[in-house]
């Protein structure tokens, strides 16, 4: 015969629960890479972090949408993102890149302001993550393409581990 549940044993047991369970906040996170001006041009390379990861996690998808942006498709000019993972410790690890050009393994088309340009169809690396760790875009030029303008919006959606 089993004891019945006290109040405080159910109390108790949702607690620990709690702590088991990632919050929508968890799930979710998106991220305005802004400037203190509110409008910002970028002609040269860069790294922008996008996220530190809170838990263990698998980054399921980023999608990225900029206010005023536009960029056509170009295999001469052109921007290169790459998502990446790691620490200051550790060697950073490129988990999906995208870019603007016309062809090729990595193109994504054009950039068309608050339009989300996603890496849905990027071939995709270990994006597992552990407490502590960075979620940064490695951004590279190709040629020299229009400068990169800020305002953007990146939203990654992941699942705990």
């Not at 991220?31 to 996008?50: E, R």
């Not at 949408?65 to 690890?93: C, E, H, I, Q």
């Amino acid at each position: 015969m089993t004891t019945p549940l006290t109040p405080d044993d159910v109390q108790a047991n949702l607690d620990a629960l709690k702590l088991e369970v990632p919050t929508l906040e968890e799930q979710m996170f998106s991220t305005c890479l802004a400037t203190w001006n509110g409008d910002q041009y970028v002609n040269y390379d860069f790294i922008a972090s996008l996220l530190i990861a809170p838990i263990r996690l698998k980054v399921l998808s980023i999608a990225l949408a900029w206010d005023y942006y536009n960029l056509p498709v170009s295999d001469t000019n052109y921007w290169r993102l790459r998502a990446r993972v790691g620490d200051n410790s550790n060697p950073y690890k490129y988990l999906a890149a995208r870019s603007t050009q016309k062809t090729g393994a990595e193109s994504n088309g054009p950039i068309t302001a608050r339009v989300a340009w996603t890496y849905d169809a990027a071939a995709w690396g270990n994006s597992d993550m552990e407490p502590g760790d960075l979620l940064q875009l490695h951004c590279t030029q190709g040629g020299t393409p229009a400068q990169m303008r800020f305002p953007m919006v990146a939203t990654v959606r992941y699942a705990a581990l």
